[in-house]
């Protein structure tokens, strides 16, 4: 049974950091992307960030360059996304979502409909 389980969301005050795991199963990690996408209440879901798994490249949406930084573990299963600088728009709903091989970037932007499993996410609010 596939599974994505997310952890590592929390309240965080402006500046501050927070780092997510996405613990993976049922699946061989290495022959899939990963990618984090966030939901905030009452706005469209945001591809945040991706890893490839044939040669590790990455994908950072604009409003998170320079500040997150996603990383991988095939031998723990398991995909992290660093976060520093922490400001309240961060705030939502994170979610790791796998699909195979590369990251489907269309237009400019993480493509979401191109993920082949998802987590149920974890909250992130940032906030003082």
């Known amino acids: 049974q596939v599974q994505l389980v997310e952890s590592g969301g929390g309240l965080v005050q402006p500046g501050g950091s927070l780092r997510l795991s996405c613990a993976t199963s049922?699946?061989?990690?290495?022959?899939?992307?990963v990618g984090w996408l966030r939901q905030a209440p009452g706005k469209e879901r945001e591809g945040v960030s991706c890893?490839?798994?044939?040669?590790?490249?990455?994908y950072y949406a604009d409003s998170v360059k320079g500040r997150f930084t996603i990383s991988r573990d095939n031998a723990r299963n398991t995909v992290y996304l660093q976060m520093n600088s922490l400001k309240p728009e961060d705030t939502a709903v994170y979610y790791c979502?796998?699909?195979?091989?590369?990251?489907?970037?269309?237009?400019?932007?993480?493509?979401?409909?191109?993920?082949?499993?998802w987590g149920k996410g974890t909250l992130v609010t940032v906030s003082s």
């Open positions: 979502a796998a699909e195979r091989l590369t990251c489907t970037v269309f237009a400019g932007s993480l493509d979401y409909y191109a993920m082949d499993y």
């Open positions: 049922g699946f061989t990690l290495d022959y899939y992307a």
């Open positions: 890893i490839s798994s044939s040669d590790g490249s990455t």
